[in-house]
Every structure is written in structure tokens, then in C-alpha cells.
């Protein structure tokens, strides 16, 4: 793996793009829409709470990404497991409704993005690559004005596989046009275990998006690792 210390020794056509926690604030908007979720469910929200639902969510996702189920328990599953766990009498399927609404408000951009997709998108075409649900992803990217950015969006429940998935990304190497090779495509993500585990799996290149500096302890392993989007300016120019 290489740090984003200068040009890359490849030449890129295109770049996949993960949104959420790369381009799109995720943290931010799931936090923003969870709180209006349980005052609409008439239950007090506070930070407890938040990081119980945080974590219920993301262990369904990572079982999600592991094909062990299906969105759909994601959807019905997580306020249900919350509301049990608390022992609150609330109905997990109308929080789910209100918050997948909510969500899809939540536009927030990381540091820089707007920034970096503009000089991106006059440089190479952009796909966005992501797990999450259709109507929510479409909706932020479009309250967050950056899908003008896109030539594509290849989102996980329209394409009937989801990342880490080889089969995702036969999906969108399929649909795009002109064709691409593997090897002329960089994804840029800040998942190990959905974005550079993907890339591995469908053998294109990888750079890890990680502004908190984590250790690397997944077994996959990036061709580039960041701290900044500003970095890809450099790493792509």
C-alpha cells in the first residue's frame, strides 16, 4: 500500500465512488434523523440511545454486507431490536418509515468534497458506489447538489447485489459506456470491509479514505490510504 505521497503510477478512466462516510457526512445525518425519529415516536432521545441504535445498525449492515440477510431485515429489524432491547413500547416499523424519510434530508458533505468531485469530474468519469437504500441515497445526493458530479449512480438495491460482492461490480462494469477494464478503474472508499474488500474481490484499485487514522486490521488491503479528500487532488492529477 502506498500513502498519498504523489501521482499514482496508473492510469485511471474512471473512479467508484463510495458516499456515505467518504463524500456524504453519514455520521451527521444519521444522528440528525434518529433523534427526530424518536421524538416522533414521543420517546426522549439522548446519546445512549443514539450509540445503541449506531451499533444495532452497523452490525445488520456488516451482515448484510456478508450476504448473511437481506436489506429488508435492515429495515425491519433495527428500531424493532432497539425498542426491545429498551424495553420501549413503540412500533419499530412506522420509526422505520419516519426515519428513512428523515435520512434522506440529511445532505451533509464531508471537508473538501464539493471541492474535490468538481476538479474529479473534469478529470475522470464519476460513478457513485454504494450499499445504501435507494430512495435515501438518491434523495441526499440530490439535496446535497454533487449528483451532477455522477455519470452514474449503481446503488445496491437496484442492482440486486450489494459491495463487497464481485457480482456488484460485474453489474456496473455491464451497464457502463464506453467499456471499462478493471484495471483502468480506482475506487475510493472508507469502508475495509465493503469498499477495498470490494475492490479486491472484483480486482480494481483501491484508496482508503481514513481521516481518523485507524489501524488496518481487516485483511484487505488498499493500493492508497488517505487522511483528506484534498489528498486525491494530488494522488489524481
Known amino acids: 500500500m502506498h500513502e498519498s505521497d504523489g501521482k499514482t503510477d496508473m492510469k485511471f478512466k474512471a473512479l467508484f465512488l463510495d458516499m456515505d462516510g467518504t463524500f456524504l457526512d453519514f455520521q451527521a445525518a444519521e444522528k440528525e434523523a434518529f433523534y427526530k425519529t424518536l421524538k416522533g415516536s414521543k420517546i426522549e432521545p439522548d446519546e445512549v440511545r443514539y450509540q445503541r441504535y449506531s451499533s444495532i445498525?452497523?452490525?445488520?449492515?456488516?451482515?448484510?454486507?456478508?450476504?448473511?440477510?437481506?436489506?429488508?431485515?435492515?429495515?425491519s429489524s433495527r428500531f424493532t431490536l432497539l425498542f426491545q432491547e429498551l424495553g420501549l413500547d413503540a412500533d419499530g416499523d412506522a420509526a422505520e418509515e419516519f426515519y428513512e424519510r428523515a435520512l434522506g434530508e440529511g445532505h451533509a458533505l464531508m471537508p473538501h468534497a464539493r471541492e474535490v468531485l468538481q476538479y474529479l469530474s473534469e478529470r475522470y468519469a464519476l460513478y457513485v458506489v454504494t450499499n445504501g437504500f435507494k430512495n435515501v441515497q438518491k434523495s441526499r445526493l440530490r439535496l446535497a447538489d454533487i449528483e451532477r458530479f455522477m455519470v452514474k449512480s449503481f446503488i445496491s438495491e437496484e442492482v440486486g447485489f450489494q459491495k463487497p460482492q464481485k457480482e456488484f461490480f460485474d453489474v456496473c462494469f455491464a451497464e457502463i459506456v464506453p467499456a471499462l477494464k478493471p484495471t483502468e478503474v480506482l475506487l475510493i472508499g472508507d469502508s475495509l470491509t465493503s469498499d477495498i474488500l470490494g475492490a479486491q474481490n472484483a480486482g480494481i484499485a483501491s484508496c482508503w479514505f481514513n481521516p481518523d487514522g485507524i489501524p488496518n486490521?481487516?485483511?484487505?488491503?488498499?493500493?492508497?490510504?488517505?487522511?483528506s479528500l484534498l489528498e486525491l487532488k494530488e494522488l489524481l492529477r
Do not use: M, Q, V
Open 57 to 75: 445498525n452497523d452490525s445488520l449492515w456488516k451482515a448484510f454486507e456478508r450476504g448473511e440477510i437481506a436489506k429488508e431485515t435492515i429495515r
Open 217 to 227: 486490521e481487516s485483511g484487505a488491503e488498499p493500493d492508497y490510504e488517505i487522511r
